[in-house]
Each structure stands twice: as C-alpha cells, then as structure tokens.
C-alpha cells in the first residue's frame, strides 16, 4: 500500500530550507525551528508532483511516548504518489531528550493551543505557525497512553483514535479502526476504539489537534497506542497501519497489497520497510 522509506528529508516554511533532494516524482526539503537551542527540532516535507492533499503528522509533543515519535520518523521517509506530506516527528525535542511528557519547566506541550487564540509559549507558537503556514488538509498527531480507553479519560486512552467532529472524518477513523484491528491486532482487549474530540467547553483542552480542526476546518486525528504491555515495535506498526488507512485515498494512488485480502497477501511485508509514550490518562 505505501512504498517506504527514501533518504530523511522534508520541510518547513517556518525557517530556512537545510537540506533539499528532488527526484523525478518526489521533492524533498527539510529545516529546523528553534535551531541551536534546546527545543531545536526538524521539519520535514515531501511534495509529489501529482495534485493531492496536504497531510500533517506530528509526533513527540510528549517525550515519553516513543511509539509515537518513532512512527513519525518513519512516516517522514515515505515515499507518496501525491500531494504533500509534513512531518515534525519529534515536536518537544527537550521532552524527548530526556524521555519525559513534559520539557525541564514541566509545561504540557500539549495544553498550549487554545482554540481562536495565540498559542501560549514560544514552542508552541513555532509549531503553530507551521501548521498554520502549511494549511494542511488533514492533521494527525500520534501518542500514547499507559491505559486503555474505556469511553472516559479517567483510566487511560490508549487503543484508540480520537476525531474531530464530522461525519467524514468519524468515518474513516472508524474505517482505520476495523481495517487494523481485523488485520494487525493478535490479541483480544487492544482492539482500537474512535471517539470524537472533547468539546471547546469541556477538558482536556488546548489540544493541537483541537485547534487545527477548529481553527483551520482541518481532519484532525489522534491516535493513542498502549504503553505498557505491547512491545515497541508492535505499537509502532500500530501507528503507521492506522496512518496509512487514515490517509491512503489521498497520499497513495497504487496499493501493491491491501488489507482485506487472505493472510498470505496482507500480512506485514508491505510494512517491514517502514517499521515503525504517552501521556499519563490523557493527550
């Protein structure tokens, strides 16, 4: 389904171009925000020469959720036969540096975007401002959870994708959901569930995602894999299964395998090339 894995590339229109590597159907830049400080981190960005829509995946705004983050390195060495892929795999560097949730002041990275306001620290402004540069047609922000979700955030929200609120996007988040657990989940209890996004006037709040879908009518996803328990690769697969089916119909024109043929054509090969923590009860 996805053809995986070029050099590391991409890029960002919030600073200047480091790196550059066009190809006949693939252009790819990269940059960074923040560049010698703590919170120094790269953007990446793939263009195909097809039309198609712009995808934004984002990992790492908590430092402890690895899946997450390593998906999304991953994710940004994809090759795509459309449209624009960004990534910013390792959103709060600090935080991952020191495999923490939050960075050395213990801000939660992912509590600084209010909807119709300035975001309210400097890293989060930087990371706005690419998100809001690029436009992006759909937003998906991966993590990870040290519980399951069980329709409240009490006990934990891993196994599950979290949506902004439209029938299309519920659709395919459902969509993903059945496609992964039908074909990628071996034990019973971590099938994935979908559940729509907290309202503005309820918490948690200040969501990235929350913001891009409200602020900028984006699709907007949040995944959430199971910390404990499952091994690291199997959630990394977890992420860039669900990913793929999030995003196939736009970024991949040809599938050279699909999900719902017998177990001999749609176990893991197409995803071996891409192998691929978690905020404590909630994103």
């Excluded at 213990?106 to 509590?111: E, I």
């Excluded at 299309?168 to 990628?184: C, G, I, K, L, Y």
């Excluded at 699709?219 to 199971?226: A, G, R, V, Y």
Aim: aromatic share 6%.
């Amino acid at each position: 389904m996805l053809t995986a894995a070029a050099s590391c590339a991409l890029a960002s229109v919030a600073g200047a171009d480091s790196s550059e590597e066009s190809g006949s159907d693939l252009s790819r830049h990269s940059s960074q925000i923040f560049e010698g400080t703590d919170h120094e981190t790269t953007v990446y960005r793939t263009v195909a020469n097809a039309d198609g829509p712009t995808v934004l995946v984002i990992g790492g705004i908590h430092g402890n959720e690895v899946a997450g983050y390593e998906a999304a390195s991953a994710i940004s060495e994809w090759e795509i036969d459309a449209g624009t892929l960004v990534t910013i795999p390792h959103a709060n560097a600090e935080a991952v540096e020191r495999q923490t949730r939050t960075d050395d002041d213990g801000v939660d990275l992912n509590r600084q975007f209010p909807e119709d306001k300035e975001p309210t620290t400097d890293l989060a402004r930087e990371l706005w401002n690419v998100v809001d540069d690029y436009d992006p047609d759909v937003v998906i922000d991966l993590h990870e959870s040290i519980g399951i979700y069980a329709g409240g955030p009490v006990d934990g929200v891993g196994q599950a994708i979290f949506h902004s609120d439209s029938t299309e996007t519920a659709t395919d988040a459902e969509q993903a959901a059945d496609t992964v657990n039908r074909n990628h989940v071996d034990e019973p209890g971590f099938e994935f569930k979908t559940d729509t996004f907290a309202k503005p006037e309820n918490e948690p709040s200040g969501l990235l995602v929350h913001k891009a879908a409200r602020d900028l009518n984006a699709q907007s996803f949040l995944i959430e894999t199971l910390s404990r328990g499952p091994d690291l690769e199997t959630r990394i697969h977890w992420h860039t299964r669900l990913v793929t089916n999030l995003i196939e119909e736009g970024l991949f024109e040809t599938k050279t395998t699909t999900d719902d043929s017998t177990d001999e054509t749609s176990d893991d090969s197409d995803d071996e090339s891409v192998i691929e923590q978690c905020p404590e009860n909630a994103s």
